[in-house]
């Protein structure tokens, strides 16, 4: 019982949630507009997706010093995609790890250090557009936008400063948990010792500029890809691509993204992304019917494009070949 309760309690709260979030819309009005997408956004959506792929691949190939071949660490960030869409709070990013260490000749501390600048500097990246759609649309009224834009910059600042002392901050770490005599504790040091090489040999070879532009890449391609998504499933129901608004729809996904990355114990963070897309677009101007559907919609889709692709990359990646060059 104690093997299954995590999930009982993940099961109980992903029905707990779409119960409720469905019985505040028409169902037949969900599916006349799953049949109404529009498939030339929906192209559009898979395509740029895949842009940010490509920009997400070339940043860990730069960061891990061209170590690895780019078609490879385009499958494995496909895989990474998968994960990170299937484990709570974010998990998923270690499967990057894992697999580039298993199917290229990198180390686990080179592959922790580009997973932790990776991660840092998509922060830093969404800065610049969260204080631009704070600017341009404001907190919808919830949250007063001087806050929302303080909050962005002092994310940035707090990102940065987190690449800048990781590799001390490791060494410390390292230097406290050591033991004489093996063990995890040693093992756990090592792992430690190599990552802070790691990290500070990125530095030294000051790409910083290149990875920021990348990053910035990766966001505008990211959230550029739902923006097409919403589109594909607003479009039918009368909204232009004027009218919905980029910067709008940019909020509302980082809101669903934020609920997503929380240690919520959602299968797949089923229902609680819906719940939190539902709540932010519906702030946001939308009303609550239209904010619910597409809700479910775009998580829906998403995650099937990116099961797909992941899915394949996966059983390309763990080919006995997969990583030559």
Same mark, same amino acid.
């Given at each position: 019982m104690r093997r299954w309760r995590p999930w009982l309690v993940s099961l109980t709260l992903t029905i707990?949630?779409?119960?409720?979030?469905?019985?505040?819309?028409d169902s037949a009005e969900l599916v006349r507009t799953a049949r109404g997408l529009r498939r030339d956004y929906l192209a559009g959506f898979v395509a740029v997706l895949l842009m940010g792929v490509g920009f997400r691949a070339v940043r860990f190939w730069v960061l891990l010093g061209r170590s690895a071949t780019l078609r490879t660490l385009v499958a494995i960030t496909l895989a990474r995609n998968l994960f990170v869409d299937l484990l709570p709070a974010r998990l998923g990013e270690l499967s990057y790890v894992y697999l580039l260490a298993r199917r290229t000749g990198c180390t686990v501390e080179d592959g922790l250090a580009s997973l932790v600048l990776a991660v840092l500097f998509d922060v830093v990246a969404l800065t610049p557009l969260l204080v631009l759609a704070v600017a341009v649309v404001g907190g919808g009224g919830a949250v007063p936008a001087g806050w929302l834009a303080a909050l962005s910059v002092g994310l940035a600042a707090v990102a940065y400063t987190a690449m800048r002392v990781a590799a001390p901050v490791a060494l410390f770490? #390292?230097?406290r948990v050591d033991t004489p005599g093996g063990g995890w504790r040693a093992r756990t040091s090592g792992w430690l010792r190599g990552t802070a090489r790691a990290l500070r040999a990125a530095w030294a070879r000051r790409i910083f500029g290149t990875v920021m532009l990348l990053s910035l890449g990766v966001r505008l391609c990211k959230f550029g890809s739902y923006?097409?998504?919403?589109?594909s499933i607003?479009?039918?129901?009368?909204?232009? #691509?004027?009218?919905?608004g980029f910067f709008r729809v940019f909020l509302g996904v980082v809101s669903a993204e934020l609920a997503a990355a929380l240690p919520i114990p959602a299968i797949a963070s089923f229902g609680t992304y819906e719940a939190a897309w539902a709540f932010s677009f519906s702030k946001l101007g939308f009303t609550a019917e239209h904010a619910?559907?597409?809700?479910?919609?775009a998580h829906a889709v998403s995650q099937l494009v990116e099961y797909t692709l992941g899915g394949a990359a996966l059983a390309y990646v763990m080919r006995p070949e997969a990583g030559r060059p």
């Open positions: 707990g949630i779409f119960a409720y979030l469905f019985s505040q819309i770490v #390292a230097n923006y097409l998504l919403v589109l607003m479009a039918p129901l009368g909204y232009t #691509a004027a009218g919905l619910i559907v597409t809700g479910i919609l």
